[in-house]
């Protein structure tokens, strides 16, 4: 047993939450640390999926061409705020890189062997916690006007079927059958069974985080300004009220601002934020069962409880602290009215959060170099909540002296 070694989490996103979670089920005494409170910052607002067949990396073959597009359309599926290119430049040449075929086809397939075991990696974190009930395990539709959009579209299908994703087709007839109501233009759907969501993404969160405090872990709410090491050894973190905390190992899971701590290291990661806006429509009335993604217009549809909606989606490439362009929100609605009709905008809110992005899309998983007992759990993007429970059960095997799993080597954090 393990009960012995003390692990501080540094985070309470949902990826700090089920990190820490996974530690103290393995045995571990644990500690989670956040300066507000738990699952309020980017796990508050996310789109609440459970990503599990999104394997090819955002930066996709031909990727270049499509640089300058961004650059001119501010409210496009995926914008870069001007002022900000200088600092983003090293970022985007990574991510250009990061699109060879010979690297989509190797990072495609690391996607894979994280993505293929979510599922199984939540069933008994959800079972625990006793959130069943907040787990719909409806799959999604992929959605395309006709069968031209559809074929576009193919050849990404065909990969992910080649490494094990099951999908189905559906015409017109068949979606109707499935998903009765969604507008006609839209004539051709694909039909992921295994993807699944969570009708409220900070409710899941915080129902993880209830579970840990149950299981024996501990939180306090306060800031932690660095590390502490001694003799070559991480013993501890330096926290802002609490001084100096003990520990036989340290867990960096801050989202964007987990870089703070690897520069403390002399690791630098290519760490960005994806910016990510949605609006809650509590009141929409729209009886929606599946996950909806619209392929042309790059963002989805969360069915919430009691006919809410949540819509997200569209990413904005700008330094954590620029102020939110609204818009990027606003035009969402429009969006959804032309695949679900019209519904109800009373109490409607909007929301934007930093999901922290890396260039080839796979998170940062793993030991720091040179650095025994600090390992990092970071860069998830727009997977940090797919990919939470997982990234929890590899650190606890690794942390608890299971052995690193095979996947931990694509998500090295000195790879960079």
């Not at 499935?178 to 969570?198: F, M, N």
């Not at 100096?244 to 990661?269: E, M, N, T, Y």
């Not at 720091?368 to 727009?382: E, R």
Request: proline share 7%.
């Amino acid at each position: 047993m393990t009960m012995d070694k003390h692990v501080i989490v540094v985070g309470a996103g949902v990826v700090g939450i089920a990190t820490a979670l996974q530690l103290r089920l393995a045995g571990c005494r644990v500690t989670l640390l956040d300066r507000g409170e738990p699952a309020m910052e980017t796990s508050y607002g996310n789109a609440g999926a459970l990503a599990v067949s999104d394997i090819i990396p955002l930066a996709e073959p031909g990727v270049l061409r499509k640089v300058p597009g961004w650059m001119l359309d501010p409210l496009g599926p995926l914008a870069v705020r001007w002022r900000y290119l200088p600092r983003l430049v090293p970022w985007l040449a990574r991510f250009v890189a990061a699109s060879r075929p010979g690297r989509v086809k190797h990072l495609t397939a690391s996607l894979n062997s994280l993505l293929s075991r979510v599922n199984s990696d939540y069933a008994p974190l959800i079972e625990r916690a006793g959130l069943r009930h907040r787990w719909r395990r409806h799959g999604n539709l992929t959605l395309y006007r006709d069968e031209a959009e559809f074929r576009a579209a193919a050849g990404a299908w065909a990969v992910k079927r080649a490494h094990g994703v099951e999908w189905h087709l559906l015409d017109r007839a068949g979606l109707e059958k499935i998903a009765p109501g969604l507008d006609p233009a839209w004539q051709v759907a694909v039909e992921v069974p295994a993807w699944s969501h969570v009708e409220d993404p900070y409710l899941f969160s915080k129902g993880l985080f209830d579970a840990f405090l149950r299981e024996g872990g501990g939180f306090i709410r306060d800031e932690v300004v660095s590390t502490a090491s001694a003799a070559g050894r991480l013993v501890g973190v330096n926290a802002l009220q609490g001084g100096h905390l003990p520990a036989d190992a340290v867990v960096v899971a801050c989202g964007i601002w987990s870089d703070r701590f690897s520069k403390q290291h002399r690791l630098r990661l290519p760490l960005e934020s994806e910016r990510g806006y949605h609006v809650t429509l509590p009141r929409a009335g729209v009886p929606l069962h599946h996950f909806i993604q619209c392929a042309s217009e790059s963002f989805v549809i969360l069915p919430m409880a009691d006919g809410g909606l949540r819509l997200a989606g569209t990413v904005e490439l700008a330094h954590h602290d620029a102020p939110p362009d609204w818009r990027r929100a606003h035009i969402l609605l429009e969006k959804a009215r032309r695949i679900v009709g019209p519904f109800e905008t009373t109490d409607m809110s909007l929301w934007m959060g930093n999901r922290p992005s890396v260039p080839d899309t796979l998170p940062v998983i793993g030991p720091v170099p040179q650095v025994p007992g600090l390992y990092l759990a970071t860069g998830h993007g727009h997977l940090g909540l797919t990919l939470a429970a997982t990234t929890g059960a590899l650190l606890a095997d690794l942390i608890c002296g299971r052995g690193p799993a095979p996947e931990l080597h694509s998500c090295r954090p000195e790879r960079f």
